[in-house]
C-alpha cells in the first residue's frame, strides 16, 4: 500500500519543521515541504501569491496525481514592514494567515477529492489567541487584557471560521477540516518565549494530520492543553 502523502506548509522552521521530524521518524508518509523560497524543498509556496499555490498543486498533481493530508502551518504574527501602519499590518498578516489558508484549501481541495485515503483532511495550524473565549474569559492567562495583539488574534478568529464553514461543506465527502492548537512554544516566531518546547507543539500538530479518526474530529479543535474544552472556540 502507498504511503500517504502529506503537505506542510512552512515546513522549514519552527513549529511545522517539528512536525515534519514527528511524521518522518513514523516512517510512513510521503511528505512534501512547503516552504518560502527556499533551495531545500520539493515545492516553494509564498502564500501571498497565488500563482506559488498553483504551481505547487501543479507539482503534486504530476507526481503523485493526489493529496492525502494537507497542513497548513506557515503564517506570520505582524507585518514584515518596519513602522507598518495599522492598515499595512492587517492586510500583511490577512494575506498569509486568512486568505493564504483560504486559497490552500480551495487549491489542493481536488487533490485532496482525488485520494482514496479514508482519513484524508485539512489541517489548519490556529491559535488560542483566536478564540473568543480565552480572549473574554479574565481567568485565561491569554485573555485579552493580558495580550492584545488584535491583529494576529483577529486573523486566527477569522480562519477559525473558514475552517468550520469547510468542515461543514466537506463533511459528506469524509474530508475531515481539523484546528490545531500546538500551545505557546519558544520559536523564532514568538520571539523564542513560550512555556514549551517547539517539539512539543510540533507533536500536537503531527497528531491532528495522521491520528484519529475523521468522525470523531468533526467540529474539534486539537490541542494539548485543553483550552478548547476550558474556554470553547
Known amino acids: 500500500m502507498a504511503k500517504p502523502v502529506i503537505l506542510v506548509t512552512g515546513g522549514n522552521q519552527g513549529l511545522g519543521h517539528e512536525a515534519l521530524k514527528d511524521l518522518a521518524r513514523r516512517n510512513a508518509y510521503h511528505l512534501i515541504v512547503a516552504a518560502h523560497l527556499t533551495d531545500f524543498t520539493p515545492v516553494a509556496i509564498e502564500l501571498t501569491r497565488d500563482e506559488t499555490i498553483q504551481a505547487a498543486a501543479a507539482v503534486v498533481k504530476e507526481k503523485f496525481g493526489y493529496l492525502d493530508v494537507l497542513v497548513n502551518n506557515a503564517g506570520i504574527a505582524h507585518s514584515p514592514k518596519p513602522n507598518a501602519t495599522l492598515r499595512e499590518d492587517l492586510r500583511d498578516v490577512y494575506e498569509t494567515n486568512v486568505f493564504g489558508v483560504a486559497v490552500m ?105 495522521v491520528e484519529g479518526d475523521n468522525k470523531d474530529l468533526f467540529l474539534r479543535f486539537v490541542d494539548d492543553e485543553h483550552k478548547h474544552e476550558e474556554f470553547g472556540w
Open 105 to 209: 484549501n480551495e487549491t489542493f481541495l481536488p487533490l485532496l477529492r482525488a485520494s482514496t485515503f479514508p482519513q484524508r483532511r485539512i489541517v489548519t495550524v490556529s491559535s488560542g489567541l483566536g478564540m473568543f473565549g480565552v480572549a473574554l474569559t479574565e481567568s485565561s492567562p491569554y485573555n485579552a487584557w493580558n495580550y492584545k495583539f488584535p491583529v494576529y488574534r483577529s486573523s486566527k478568529s477569522a480562519v477559525n471560521m473558514i475552517s468550520a464553514v469547510d468542515m461543514i461543506a466537506l463533511r459528506d465527502e469524509n474530508i475531515s477540516t481539523v484546528l490545531v492548537e500546538p500551545g505557546y512554544c519558544r520559536t523564532a516566531f514568538g520571539g523564542y518565549n513560550g512555556h514549551k518546547d517547539a517539539d512539543a507543539g510540533g507533536r500536537v500538530i503531527a497528531k491532528a494530520a
